[in-house]
């Protein structure tokens, strides 16, 4: 591809070896959580959300357990400094949660910010302002202590108005354009705001080190952080926060790394919604820890309904591949796949497993509110017999026989692979029906009477052509006697070579079902199926459905 050569590494490199993040194989507890959604978010959308949907996207993002919310950039609208108003006003903020407002370095904008966040019980005022090389060259054209001095103003007036406003206030400030910043620089303009600030343990203030375009590899990333981490004036009362964007595609693993190498807060949206490529995915990062056996604060029990509410209010889309959200993502097509979670669930189930350990599923989906008949295992012309038998159990109960389950799954691969569709549960045990409990009858069997002695014997009244036929035979039990009747009847040989049977539920009215596999010699398995209150008559007519069935698929003629 053309156009390489315009473009050369723009990120700095700390000015010391970081690399003590890679000692680390884990994340042992969740950071602090900010949802940006509905200021870095809600920007980004195409047609931002009304004041009634942004009421009620906060009210989610309060019960899913955020509590830190970016509400806005209040002085940059009417209607941001309204829906800020609006939450004060009608008391909509939970003692517990804080608001969070940001702010540009100006004055005037600061002193507009304090005006809507008047009478907030709790808030966090965000001040930012450009510190790389690009902007301070290009954009504004100043000296590295003149954008400093821009930062340190800033953070004066927002002491200043804190000590004039109704409310509970924390300050935030970020050296915007991180990712073009030289690193110690960054570190010397956050401890001048820090000076100024002077935060206590009872009064902490949040550093947070935006990504604002990703443009170096994770790992970079991490050494930046731990650097900034080790040379925050400060640091026990500094709540060290990152805000990743995904330019690079890599804003969860950029976020993963930072917490390693000391980040205490996340800055994020809901499945990664944001300007260009979107922010950090704060769902997938909590789910991550989730895997992981770290319960993250965060509640996503009903992922459905919190994706369709999201997809409602922003006109976004979840993608079908998003983790834990999409609608894909524990589904197995693959025959090898399928049967892998099919054992492992059922390995699961006989050994009463509380560890989750099951193959191709990360975790639970139920725990996100998802199904295994309907979610995990769905069939197409890539499925497998495990895969086949797994639907048709968790669904309907059917236990195929072993050596059954692979004709099965070959049917449903044909089937499947000729419409060039996938099917549905439903569509699965119409093909089975069709195919093993109602073939093409050569005859039927009407009636049928037993007799006990020397064995058993019995009376079985065929139909065939609308003619009626009794004949009798014996047999060391009830369905070895009807198959020998049908034997005479129909003038064949064969093998009743397998027959399994079990209950459809655990009730005491449920219904049995029986399987039947006949063989001509030693060669192809012919199946029939059935299911009846009486395990007897279920049996016969499997017997006959199976006859039937090798009937028709060798043309043979009888009687």
Sequence with gaps: MKGFEKYQKSYFMPPEDCYEWAKKDAIDKPPVWCSVDLRDGNQALIEPMSLDEKIEFFKMLVKIGFKEIEVGFPAASETEFTFLRALIDQHLIPDDVTVQVLTQAREHIIRKTFEAVDGAPNAIVHVYNSTSVAQREQVFRKSKEEIKEIAVNGAKLLKELAAEAHGNFRFEYSPESFHG?????????????????????????????????????????????????????YRDNVVLSLHPHNDRGTGVATAELGVLAGADRLEGTLFGNGERTGNLDLVTVAMNLHSHGV????????????????????????SKRQPYAGELVFTAFSGSHQDAISK?????????????????????????????????????????????????KQNYGLEIPDRMREEVGYLMKGVSDHAHAELSPEDMLRVFEETYSQPKRSFAIAEVH?????????????????????????????LNAVNNAIKDFLGISYVLDVYEEHALSKTSSSKAMAYVGITQDEKQLYWGVSSDEDIIRASIDALEHAVNHMIEIKGEKVH
């Excluded at 993250?296 to 309904?305: G, I, P, R």
């Excluded at 009244?461 to 009830?478: L, P, S």
């Design 344 to 392: 492992g669930m059922a390995y699961r189930e006989e050994r009463n497993e509380n560890l989750w350990t099951v193959p191709y599923l990360p975790i639970d989906p139920k725990d996100v509110g998802r199904t295994y008949d309907s979610d995990v295992i769905r069939i197409n012309s890539q499925s497998g017999k495990g895969g086949v038998a797994y639907v048709l």
């Design 450 to 478: 037993f007799q006990q002695k020397d064995g058993i014997t019995t009376q079985v009244t065929f139909e065939q052509d609308g003619k009626k036929e009794v004949v009798e035979a014996k047999g060391n039990g009830r």
């Design 181 to 233: 910043t030289e690193v110690d620089y960054a570190v010397e303009v956050c401890n001048a705001v820090l000076d100024v600030w002077q935060p206590q343990a009872d009064a902490p203030a949040i550093i947070n080190i935006p990504a604002t375009v990703e443009n170096a590899m994770p790992h970079v990333f991490a050494s930046q952080i731990e650097y900034v981490s080790k040379h925050l004036k």
């Design 295 to 318: 319960d993250s604060k965060l509640d996503f029990h009903n992922m459905q309904e919190i994706a369709d509410t999201y997809e409602r209010l922003t006109a976004m889309q979840v």
